[in-house]
């Protein structure tokens, strides 16, 4: 008994010093992005696919600004609106990117945010949402993780949690609250 319990140890032992040797990959995702803040939080862009460019273009928001800048007398590159990257929604073969808009694809206080579902069927906006800030919820509902948008002037926070529907995302609670100095 006595040797069999010196023999686990040493096995223990051996497999810990193994094992901290070993790299293991970082398998943690970017969940938090803001249009200004701390480095942890700046989107690192992507080249975005074409179906996922085309999809946008094609949203209402799109669709007026593009008119605006007509009006305007200017032309609009899809390749220089938006700036994206992959993130993780769902256990999905399904490619999910997370998209900022530049100008004039972004509001006056605010930026536009779109979660993008890339499939062999083409692109899918599943969400649009003004904010400073999304982050990609540890919750979900569905099958897909839930996402918070905040947005704050001088005087009031707005936080807005948005869950999966089956199709979209959809409001589910919005919390607004002044702010103080």
Not at 1 to 10: D, G, P, S
Request: proline share 4%; net charge positive; aromatic share 10%.
């Amino acid at each position: 008994m006595k040797r069999a319990l010196i023999v686990a140890t040493v096995i223990l032992f051996v497999s810990h010093l193994y094992a901290g040797q070993q790299k293991t990959p970082d398998l943690r995702q970017q969940a938090s992005f803001c249009e200004d803040g701390p480095d942890e939080t700046v989107l690192k862009p992507i080249p975005l696919p074409s179906e996922v460019v085309s999809a946008l273009m094609n949203t209402a928001e799109a669709n007026a600004a593009r008119e605006s800048a007509e009006n305007k007398g200017r032309n609009l590159n899809p390749a220089t609106l938006f700036k994206g990257t992959t993130v993780h929604l769902a256990k999905s073969v399904d490619v999910f990117y997370l998209v900022m808009g530049s100008f004039p694809m972004s509001g006056a206080d605010n930026t536009w945010f779109w979660i993008v579902r890339s499939s062999g069927n083409g692109a899918t906006i599943l969400l649009w949402a003004g904010a400073n800030c999304v982050d990609i919820s540890r919750k979900g509902t569905l099958g897909y993780k839930d996402i918070v948008t905040t947005w704050s002037s001088a005087r009031y926070a707005k936080t807005t949690i948005y869950k999966y529907s089956g199709r979209s995302y959809k409001v589910w609670r919005t919390k607004s609250r002044p702010v103080s100095w």
